[in-house]
């Protein structure tokens, strides 16, 4: 690995920000401030902890970064699942790519901890 761009769930994290910040501004608008804001958090903070636990000097602490990016990612859900039951985003859903970037940052933290074991 070179950098943490090169990692394909690094990348799926950054385009899923995006897509929150796009669909958060009608939020904005809707006068739902605080959950905006609270779904823009996590969402960025799902790719920087990736980013943040690559730079870090042992797989060690790059795994615990991982899993802080499943908590951010976990918040995020949750927040989702807020704001789709209080019906203030129609016609958006995120599940899938949340999911596949769980399964994602799982798969790295295995790998990272089998190859310690070798």
């Keep these: 690995m070179k950098t943490h761009k090169d990692l394909d769930v690094w990348q799926k994290s950054?385009?899923?920000?995006?897509k929150i910040y796009?669909?958060?501004d009608s939020l904005i608008k809707?006068?739902?401030y605080e959950l905006s804001k609270q779904m823009r958090r996590a969402a960025v903070s799902l790719p920087s902890n990736i980013a943040e636990g690559a730079a870090r000097s042992s797989d060690k602490e790059f795994i615990r970064f991982l899993y802080y990016s499943l908590g951010s990612l976990s918040e995020l859900e949750t927040q989702f699942i807020v704001s789709t039951r209080l019906k203030l985003l129609k016609d958006v859903?995120?599940?899938?790519?949340?999911?596949n970037i769980k399964q994602m940052i799982l798969g790295l933290?295995?790998?990272l901890k089998n190859r310690n074991r070798h």
């Design 14 to 18: 950054i385009d899923l920000a995006v």
């Design 22 to 24: 796009l669909i958060t």
């Design 30 to 32: 809707d006068k739902e």
């Design 93 to 99: 859903d995120i599940s899938d790519e949340m999911i």
């Design 109 to 111: 933290i295995r790998f």
